[in-house]
């Protein structure tokens, strides 16, 4: 009413003033009003305030006053719908971010919740995790591993202690460990590994921690970060070096007795007045005396964390053939014939005494576990790395479950027993830890009724690899 007024009183003298239609017409478009009542409005209200100027020019008006009476109401027209458009399109879109902002949030708060309970589980583990970016940087740590981390670096109260400035040691606990050694260091470079035995602190507190890591990789597979898990086993560590005296003294205090009674039944023996059921009864005392020797002796060795290897370039075929000739007496009283088939000569990288030790543990077994009229059977074969020997019986075999526990210490399978095969289940642990320290492999496969197959892999070349 404002402009129709000023622009019909000053018309002559301002004819541009309705122009100022523009100011409502955008007011009532962004309003909130029904959007056919601002449009209504729009139009209506400009075609007013040009009408009385095209009044007047009547009955003879130009095309000019037409022009522009009509021209007014039109472009205010299209402004309030240009507007009304944008308006809608502006109030669509604040309604896709907030609907996105909820979105967001309901994100963050089941993020925050996945934290919760990813930290909740971490802290609850009795292991130490540790995650890390590809610098070495810390990027999680449970609260496990930081509470291990003070204890290692007493001077620090963070937890979060550099790898280089903590006390790590090798398995002698004296020589520390080289920055190329240490677990983070390893596992930044790409390298995945368990079981890795390193010692934390120093003095009384001094911990065995076994350690694990995998690497972490990004979306284009390039090495991200990496995990690595710390286990306490200071406890077991401890109780294997306690057994491991145990039995050494054991085996030390059942020897020289032993030795002794051997030695003054030799002496009985060799005298002449013995009568025969006394040398006979002697007889027995001496062979379950050197059956006892034999005992003492395995026991030392399955104990002792020492057992040395000093490999070098060697012929197995030569360590076959004395083998088969050292049990050939043994086979012949069993009725069992030994069958070779090894290539001559077949070179591998192994301690020729200890690798004679493990065959003629194998033969032993495989003709100790034949009835008689079998065969005991060695074969081998070779590749560029690796050496593989086999040694196949015919004997009484054993079950999935037993052949898969028939490396273990004392273990006896239950044929054995019922059998009564002597025995003390010792021979087989010692044979996988002299092929393990050679950084070979030694498998079982085995079924009832059917013999058992053992296979040895030795490197043929050095070291391999992994070793």
């Keep these: 009413m404002a402009i129709f007024l000023s622009r019909n009183g000053a018309g002559p003298v301002l004819p541009g003033l309705g122009v100022l239609a523009i100011f409502p017409v955008i007011w009532l478009s962004a309003s909130g009003m029904l959007a056919r009542t601002a449009v209504t409005l729009s139009f209506v209200g400009p075609t007013l305030i040009a009408l009385p100027a095209l009044l007047g020019k009547l009955p003879h008006p130009t095309a000019a006053d037409i022009t522009s009476a009509v021209l007014l109401p039109v472009m205010m027209l299209t402004v309030s719908l240009a507007i009304r458009f944008a308006t809608v399109n502006m109030r669509l879109q604040q309604r896709q971010l907030k609907e996105k902002d909820q979105e967001l949030r309901e994100l963050l708060r089941q993020s925050r919740d996945r934290e919760r309970l990813l930290k909740t589980i971490l802290d609850a583990t009795d292991v130490g995790i ?45 020589s520390p ?12 470079k790409g390298e995945s590994f368990a079981d890795y035995l390193v010692w934390f602190g120093e003095g009384e507190s001094q911990r065995a921690v076994s350690t ?26 401890e109780a294997l070096a306690a057994n491991e005296e145990l039995v050494s003294n054991v085996s030390h205090e059942f020897r020289t007795p032993l030795n002794s009674i051997l030695g003054n039944v030799d002496l009985v023996l060799e005298d002449q007045a ?4 006394s040398a006979k009864r002697l007889e027995v005392v001496q062979r379950n005396s050197e059956r006892l020797i034999a005992l003492v002796s395995d026991l030392t060795l399955s104990a002792s964390s020492a057992l040395k290897v000093h490999p070098k370039r060697t012929d197995l075929a030569g360590l076959v053939e004395t083998s088969i000739g050292s049990a050939r007496a043994q086979a012949d009283r069993s009725n069992i014939s030994l069958v070779a088939d090894v290539p ?26 034949s009835p008689g009229g079998g065969v005991v059977k060695i074969t081998a074969d070779a590749t560029q790395d690796w050496v593989r020997l086999c040694v196949k019986d015919t004997g009484m075999g054993m079950s999935p479950e037993d052949s898969s526990r028939i490396f273990r210490r004392f273990f006896r399978a239950d044929e054995a027993r019922r059998a009564a095969i002597s025995g003390a289940g010792l021979g087989l642990s010692i044979t996988k830890t002299i092929i393990e320290r050679h950084g070979g492999h030694i498998s079982c496969v085995s079924h009832q009724g059917e013999g058992s197959t053992f296979t040895v892999t030795l490197p043929a070349e050095g070291p391999p690899p992994s070793f």
């Design 344 to 369: 001559s000569p077949l070179w591998a990288y192994a301690d020729p005494l200890r690798i004679g030790q493990a065959l003629d543990n194998l033969v032993s077994n495989a003709i100790k576990y």
């Design 212 to 237: 694990a890591a995998r690497p972490l990789m990004d979306d284009d597979g390039e090495l991200a970060g990496a995990v690595i898990v710390y286990t306490d086993v200071t406890g077991l560590v």
């Design 130 to 174: 540790v995650a890390v970016n590809s610098r070495g940087q810390h990027l999680l740590t449970n609260s496990w591993q930081r509470t291990f981390q003070q204890k290692a670096a007493p001077g620090n109260s963070q937890g979060t202690v550099a790898e280089q400035d903590q006390p790590i040691f090798a398995h002698d606990k004296t």
């Design 274 to 277: 013995t009568s025969p059921l």
């Design 177 to 188: 460990l080289q920055t190329d050694k240490r677990p983070i260091h390893r596992a930044t």
